[in-house]
């Protein structure tokens, strides 16, 4: 059973930045995209950013320029660089996985990834 945990959510200022991690256990065979996914209290949840197996990634359009996804294979860990925060990027973040046999283009629908992290709570405040 795969598991994702989340890390690195805290509080900061506008203007401030934070990095999350995403650490992966349990792979099994066949190819994984990550997503970050964001849900503010009384708000549905929202897509952030994915990065495929291979690499390629995709940004919600209204954080692109600010947010970045990366990932580090050798130690099973996708993290996501939030820069410029504002306070309406307050939420909780979760990361996801999806799990396919073969390789594909991520996309931040919540319905396409099959496992979930416990999130983190980021809280923009002055």
């Known amino acids: 059973q795969l598991q994702l945990v989340e890390s690195g959510g805290g509080l900061v200022q506008p203007g401030g930045s934070l990095r999350l991690s995403c650490a992966a256990s349990?792979?099994?065979?066949?190819?994984?995209?990550i997503g970050w996914f964001r849900q503010a209290p009384g708000k549905e949840r929202e897509g952030v950013s994915c990065?495929?197996?291979?690499?390629?990634?995709y940004h919600a359009e209204s954080l692109k320029g600010r947010f970045s996804v990366s990932r580090d294979n050798a130690k099973n860990t996708v993290y996501l660089q939030m820069n410029s925060l504002k306070p309406e990027d307050t939420a909780g973040y979760y990361c996801?996985?999806?799990?396919?046999?073969?390789?594909?283009?991520?996309?931040?629908?919540?319905?396409?990834?099959?496992?979930w992290g416990q999130g983190t709570q980021v809280t923009v405040s002055s």
């Open positions: 990065i495929s197996s291979s690499g390629g990634t």
């Open positions: 996801a996985a999806e799990q396919s046999t073969v390789p594909t283009m991520c996309a931040i629908r919540t319905r396409r990834y099959d496992y």
């Open positions: 349990g792979f099994t065979s066949g190819y994984y995209a």
